[in-house]
Nanobody
Framework: QVQVVESGGGLVQAGGSLRLSCAASGRTSTTYTMGWFRQAPGKEREFVAS????????YYGDSVKGRFTISRGFAKNSVILQMNSLRPDDTAEYYC?????????????????WGQGTQVTVSS
């Protein structure tokens, strides 16, 4: 089994930055892609970004391109989501997810493992 745990959410003013971390543990040898999703109240879960352990370019949702960056963390089996130029419409619960295939997927149902979520609130 694989578990993922997010950290780093909080409150920030519009235009500011936040850094989210996600650490995977357990049978991480079966994890090939890590992703971030977000969900605001009353809205559907939205794809943010994904990264394949095998390498290659990350993949981003249209609403965050040019502002967010996903990368490997210094700790083994961890990923970082650096969020810059934050806007009030970025406010949401952010979830880290993992799946056992090496492909970018924007469909949240393709991911097998989910973290508990971390709240990001951007004030105007």
């Amino acid at each position: 089994q694989v578990q993922v745990v997010e950290s780093g959410g909080g409150l920030v003013q519009a235009g500011g930055s936040l850094r989210l971390s996600c650490a995977a543990s357990g049978r991480t040898s079966t994890t090939y892609t890590m992703g971030w999703f977000r969900q605001a109240p009353g809205k559907e879960r939205e794809f943010v970004a994904s990264l394949r352990w095998s390498g290659g370019s990350p993949y981003y949702g249209d609403s965050v391109k040019g502002r967010f960056t996903i990368s490997r963390g210094f700790a083994k089996n961890s990923v970082i989501l650096q969020m810059n130029s934050l806007r009030p419409d970025d406010t949401a619960e952010y979830y880290c997810a993992a799946k056992g295939s090496s492909s970018h997927d924007t469909d949240w149902s393709k991911y097998d493992v989910w973290g508990q979520g971390t709240q990001v609130t951007v004030s105007s």
